[in-house]
């Protein structure tokens, strides 16, 4: 390639990244829109060939998507959400640990990554009652939720990624058992860097001067969370939907058999099954649990940002990330 084709790629890679971006300020479906828009004027502009729309991708997410709104609706998310809470309540002395594993376990059972925001509280509220840094915990379940994105059989980004490697003949169970693997490792290596990350707070000087001087305040307790009635039955329904797209991705002779491009018959493949497996999920959560199809979740599963004491901040108002939070 010349030096007018690298810097021809370049602009073109600034483009895409300037609508993303464009698309994220707006979120939602702004993504979307600004996407179209970066789409038209490569078409144009540069004179690039549309790729064909990932129509499969779209059906997996809207099934997906479809499923999860189902059981947020029931009331299923908050009591994924309870059982979290329990678990990192219940080993403290580990929290470094347990809090990621925990993240990305919550992560791949609900395919979205918004139910990790419902236990940032409880993570604080377990650390500062344990005289643990708080972002020892809380930057390590940070990553660990984007490794459970690439993990989960019904994540958008798994269902976006067997598009690009279906032509080379691999299926979701072959990603997941590169995913699931690796990422098992990595949290566990990144919580034990991060176990050292920063003074013990018995041992900080900044943090003791701050609370004997009743700077630091402690962090209010996380809202107790009331289950409707049906939230474990949706639960159970959902989860259903992800074991049965797993064991028909492990064992192929169990999947139906469609007509083979050469002749004879092959496996269905995993991605329409998906599709199917879940938008029956959603159907039998409707059904089952008394949810209205046209109803939507009373309350966002994003928790209500508390801002922070302006007496943890430092005279010129920055925010030291090597203090604790309060």
């Known amino acids: 390639m010349s ?7 370049a602009v073109q890679g600034l483009v895409v990244v300037g609508f993303i971006a464009l698309g994220v300020r707006s979120g939602g479906i702004g993504l979307g829109l600004w996407g179209g828009v970066g789409t038209l004027i490569l078409v144009f502009l540069f004179g690039l060939d549309p790729g064909e729309p990932p129509f499969s991708a779209m059906l997996i997410i809207i099934a997906v ?13 908050d009591y994924m959400v309870v059982v979290a809470t329990k678990a990192l309540r219940a080993r403290p002395s580990a929290l470094n640990f347990v809090a990621p594993y925990v993240s990305y376990v919550l992560t791949i059972l609900t395919g979205t990554s918004n139910t990790f925001f419902s236990i940032i509280p409880v993570i604080n509220e377990v650390a500062y009652a344990n005289k643990i840094r708080p972002e020892r915990a809380l930057a390590s379940s940070t990553v660990a939720n984007a490794l459970g994105i690439t993990s989960s059989p019904v ?16 299926d979701l169970i072959d990603v997941l058992l590169i995913t699931i693997p690796a990422s098992l490792v990595g949290i566990f290596v990144m919580s034990l860097l991060m176990s050292t990350r920063g003074k013990e707070l ?28 049906y939230a474990k039955r949706s639960v159970a329904i959902f989860l259903t939907g992800v074991l049965a797209i ?20 092959e496996p269905m493949s995993v991605t329409p099954l998906i ?27 994003r928790p209500h940002p508390r801002r922070r004491s302006r007496s943890c901040r430092t005279r010129s108002g920055a925010w030291p990330s090597s203090w604790p939070a309060c």
């Open 3 to 9: 030096t007018m084709d690298w810097i021809l790629v």
């Open 65 to 77: 998507v479809s499923a999860a709104a189902a059981m947020q609706a029931a009331g299923g998310v």
């Open 155 to 170: 994540a958008a980004a798994t269902a976006t990624l067997l598009q690009l490697v279906e032509i080379y003949h691999y």
């Open 202 to 229: 018995a041992d900080d000087p900044e943090y003791q001067r701050r609370l004997a001087a009743g700077e630091i305040r402690p962090p209010a307790p996380s809202a107790k969370i009331t289950l409707l009635p």
């Open 246 to 265: 797993c064991v028909f991705g492990f064992v192929e002779g169990i999947r139906p058999t469609v007509a083979a491009e050469g002749g004879g018959v």
């Open 275 to 301: 599709q199917m497996i879940m938008l029956t999920a959603a159907a039998l959560i409707v059904l089952l649990c008394h949810v209205s199809a046209g109803s939507r979740p009373a309350r966002s599963i």
